[in-house]
């Protein structure tokens, strides 16, 4: 088992900057690929962002790349969401989580969740 505790959300106005990040606990951390998915109310969860298990390469979804980066600490056992210039759109709960298929954009593929932080971008 991995648990995963998000922290780090809030309220920021359009065009500001926040960072969440993911610790873990349980099993070996740099044993597996992590990801941040959001979701908005009524909406799908979608995939953010993963990073492989040595956080040398790392995946974006289009509407966030550019804007976003994501990175990991295998000493520290977490993981962190760098967000810049932040839109209305960006407003959902981001979740990490944690899975064995590098690269991987869907939600199936991650085995372990965390319960979620709240991104709310004023206009």
């Known amino acids: 088992q991995v648990q995963l505790v998000e922290s780090g959300g809030g309220l920021v106005q359009a065009g500001g900057s926040l960072s969440v990040s993911c610790a873990a606990s349980?099993?070996?951390?740099?044993?597996?690929?992590m990801g941040w998915f959001r979701q908005a109310p009524g909406k799908e969860r979608e995939f953010v962002a993963a990073i492989s298990r040595s956080g040398r390469v790392r995946y974006y979804a289009d509407s966030v790349k550019g804007r976003t980066a994501i990175s990991r600490d295998n000493a520290k056992n977490t993981v962190y969401l760098e967000m810049n210039s932040l839109k209305p759109e960006d407003t959902a709960v981001y979740y990490c989580a944690a899975g064995q298929t590098d690269g991987s954009r869907s939600p199936a593929s991650y085995e372990y969740w965390g319960q979620g932080t709240q991104v709310t971008v004023s206009s």
């Open positions: 349980g099993r070996t951390f740099s044993n597996y690929v």
